[in-house]
C-alpha cells in the first residue's frame, strides 16, 4: 500500500462539554486543510497563521455570544490547551527535532543517548537517572549499560526558560554544534 | 496510545523474534561487545564452520514455548466490541503475530499478554514486562489522584532500568524512553481518555 497523496487537517475540540460529548464527531470544528501533495513538514506554521490570529483575538478581545440557558449574551474567550499529534507532527509543530540525538522533546537538551555503531542508530538507556540518588542499580555498570549513572533527571523547563533557550540555540547551537531546535513555533506568538 | 503501540511491536516483535520486527539481531549483539556488557549473549564462533552462533537469550522462546504463547492469544474469545479480532492477526504455523492496529495493541498490553506471558517465560522476564502492562493500565483509568501518579512515576523508573537489564540497548529506542514521561503529563493533563 503506497499513499502518494497527503492532506492535513486542524480539527478544533471544545474542552468545555462533558467528556462523554467533545469527542464525538458533531462537536468537531475542522478549522484547516492543509492540501497535498505533500505534508506540509516544518513549514506548517505558515498554514497555521490565520487560526493563530483567530485564537489571539479570541483570547484578547472574546467575541459575543448568546448564553441560551441564562437568555443574555457574555463575552466568549479561548485558549488553546494543547495539540494532540503523532511524534512526527510534534516534531513540525514544535520546532523540537524528535529525531537522532536529542529526540526526547521532555528531556530537551538534557537527552542522553548513545550511538550504537553497529545498529546505526541512538538508543536512549539513561533510566537510571530516575531513581533515588542512592540507588544501589546506579553504581552497578555491569547489568545495565557498562557505566555508573550518577546524572540527576533532566530539569523541567518552564515557559519563559524555554524562550530563552530557543533564542540561544537558534543563533549559536549547543555546545556541540547540534541544533535541535529547528525553529520558533508560531504557538511561542501567542500571549499566554 | 502510540507510544503504547510502539513499545506493544517492540516487545511481540523480540520476543517472538520476527525478522525484521526484532531488535535482537546481529547487529544488536555486536553492539554488546562493543559496549562490553552482558557478556552471556555475546556471538560465538561456530566450531565447525566459519559462521557465528547467537545464543539464546532470556528473552526469547523456544519453538514450543513460542506454540504455548500464540496458541493461548488464537484461542483467545472477548466479549462484543471489546476489541476488533486478535486471533485473526495470530499466526501459530508461522509463529508470527502481524497486522495489529493500534487499538489491538491497546487490549493485548492491557489485558491479554500478562496472561499470555505466565507460562513462557521465566519469572525475572515475565514480571517485568507484567509490571510494564499494568503501568499502562493503571495509567488509562479513569479516576487518577496526584499521589497515585507520583508513586507510578517512581514505579516505572524502576520497571525500566529492569527493562535495561533484559532487553539488547538497541530495543531503547525514543518511544521507549517516552513511556517514564507519561505519569507526569497525566499529572499535568489529566487522565488520558478525557484528552
Known amino acids: 500500500m503506497s499513499i502518494n497523496h497527503s492532506t492535513w487537517s486542524v480539527i478544533l475540540f471544545p474542552y468545555d462539554l462533558p467528556p462523554w460529548m467533545c469527542m464525538k464527531q458533531s462537536f468537531f470544528m475542522l478549522s484547516l486543510l492543509i492540501p497535498g501533495p505533500k505534508g506540509p513538514g516544518k513549514n506548517v506554521d505558515v498554514y497555521l497563521q490565520p487560526l493563530v490570529q483567530e485564537l489571539q483575538d479570541l483570547w484578547d478581545n472574546g467575541i459575543e455570544t448568546f448564553h441560551a440557558y441564562k437568555r443574555e449574551t457574555f463575552q466568549l474567550r479561548a485558549a488553546i490547551m494543547w495539540t494532540i499529534n503523532d511524534f512526527p507532527a510534534y516534531a513540525n509543530l514544535s520546532g523540537w527535532s524528535t529525531k537522532g540525538q536529542y529526540a526526547c522533546p521532555c528531556c530537551g537538551i538534557e537527552t542522553i543517548s548513545r550511538w550504537l555503531k553497529h545498529g546505526g542508530k541512538f538508543c536512549h538507556m539513561c533510566h537510571r537517572r530516575w531513581l533515588a540518588p542512592k540507588h544501589k542499580w546506579r553504581l552497578n555498570g555491569e547489568d545495565f549499560d557498562g557505566t555508573r549513572e550518577l546524572r540527576k533527571p533532566p530539569r523541567r523547563l518552564h515557559g519563559d526558560s524555554i524562550l530563552i533557550q530557543i533564542d540561544e540555540c537558534l543563533e549559536e547551537g549547543l555546545e556541540d554544534g547540534a541544533q535541535p531546535w529547528k525553529k520558533k513555533s508560531i504557538f511561542f506568538t501567542l500571549a499566554y | ?195
Not at chain 2, 517472538?16 to 564462533?45: C, F, T, W
Not at chain 2, 483467545?76 to 476488533?84: A, F, G, I, L, Q
Not at chain 2, 515475565?126 to 508513586?151: H, P, W
Open chain 2, 1 to 195: 496510545m502510540n507510544i503504547e503501540k510502539n513499545v506493544c511491536d517492540n516487545i511481540i516483535g523480540t520476543l517472538l523474534n520476527q525478522e525484521g520486527k526484532s531488535k535482537d539481531n546481529y547487529k544488536a549483539r555486536a553492539d554488546l561487545v562493543d559496549m562490553g556488557i552482558r557478556s552471556m549473549l555475546h556471538p560465538q564462533p561456530n566450531p565447525n564452520n566459519n559462521t557465528m552462533r547467537f545464543p539464546r537469550a532470556c528473552y526469547q522462546m523456544t519453538n514450543k514455548e513460542k506454540d504455548a504463547f500464540l496458541c493461548i492469544l488464537k484461542n483467545v474469545k472477548c466479549p462484543d466490541e471489546c476489541s476488533s479480532s486478535i486471533p485473526r492477526c495470530v499466526q501459530v504455523k508461522q509463529r508470527k503475530i502481524f497486522g495489529l492496529k493500534s487499538c489491538d495493541c491497546h487490549v493485548l498490553m492491557q489485558e491479554l499478554l500478562p496472561i499470555a506471558l505466565r507460562g513462557s517465560f521465566p519469572d525475572k522476564v515475565a514480571s517485568v514486562l507484567i509490571d510494564l502492562c499494568n503501568f499502562f493500565k493503571q495509567i488509562c483509568s479513569k479516576v487518577l489522584t496526584v499521589e497515585f501518579l507520583e508513586q507510578l512515576e517512581s514505579q516505572i523508573a524502576i520497571t525500566v532500568c529492569q527493562l535495561e537489564t533484559i532487553f539488547p540497548p538497541s530495543f531503547f529506542t525514543v518511544m521507549v524512553h517516552l513511556v517514564i514521561h507519561l505519569a507526569y503529563e497525566a499529572k499535568v493533563g489529566g487522565p488520558i481518555q478525557y484528552r
